[in-house]
């Protein structure tokens, strides 16, 4: 257990809806990560927030946004979805925002458009 | 600008053999590297991480990987596989010459121990 809870595990929804995914890290850590693990595209990172500010963003969609709260807690907005947004969403976290930082990722969350 | 090559999709190895999976990287300044296993429904957990020193690090579940400057790799190994290493493995890179601390993740190499 890495101390990074992610809910819900799992989500089915249908085409054109819009889901929220939340992301708990671990305590005392205060940089969060946002990551979409499909077949083909494989790990990709979305967005990073750091101790309530978004620090860097990757190939995250228009139709995507996140924000980290004053608890440090996350939520990933996902809107007008497709089909393609079908896909295993992770969130991560680490103590810092340095090179040596380890990552711990949550269990992820479960993302099925229909 | 930084990247990661994970060559072997698949690698199969007997239970009790020796295990490697690859992994190369390409940065501008240092490496910083790390290495996942995902298991099956699960998250990605941290198994070890080279940062400086010591080419050869240890650990967690009896793993190691060896940094090797001149051949920009990073090798995940295990002296004897078991059954239960089976998963699925990510070789990930910051470069420490890089404007940004987020990491390139590797597309993963399926390891497969066979009893």
């Known amino acids: 257990d890495s101390g990074v809870t992610q809910t819900p595990k799992h989500l089915i929804t249908a085409t054109g809806q819009r889901v929220t995914l939340r992301c708990s890290p671990r305590s005392g850590d205060l940089s969060v990560y946002w990551y979409q693990q499909s077949l083909d595209q494989g790990l990709q990172f979305l967005i990073q927030y750091y101790n309530g500010e978004e620090r860097a963003k990757g190939n995250i969609l228009e139709r995507f946004s996140a924000q980290q709260f004053p608890d440090l807690h996350s939520e990933l907005n996902l809107s007008s979805l497709e089909l393609g947004d079908s896909a295993l969403y992770f969130c991560a976290s680490s103590v810092e925002d340095r090179h040596q930082e380890t990552q711990y990722f949550g269990p992820g969350t479960r993302l099925l458009v229909l | 600008a930084q990247s990661v090559a994970q060559p072997e999709d698949q690698v199969n190895v007997a239970e009790g053999n020796p295990l490697t999976v690859k992994c190369t990287y390409s940065v501008s300044g240092n490496p910083y590297l790390f290495w996942y296993v995902q298991y099956p429904n699960r998250g990605l957990q941290f198994l070890l991480k080279?940062?400086?020193?010591?080419?050869l690090v240890k650990g967690s579940y009896g793993f190691e990987a060896e940094f090797n400057k001149s051949q920009t790799s990073f090798h995940l190994k295990k002296p004897s596989a078991l059954v239960s290493d089976s998963a699925l493995y990510f070789c990930?890179?910051?470069?420490?010459?890089?404007?940004?601390?987020?990491?390139?993740f590797g597309r993963g190499t399926s390891l497969i121990v066979h009893p």
């Open positions: 080279y940062i400086t020193g010591d080419n």
């Open positions: 990930a890179v910051r470069d420490e010459g890089g404007g940004s601390y987020i990491p390139t």
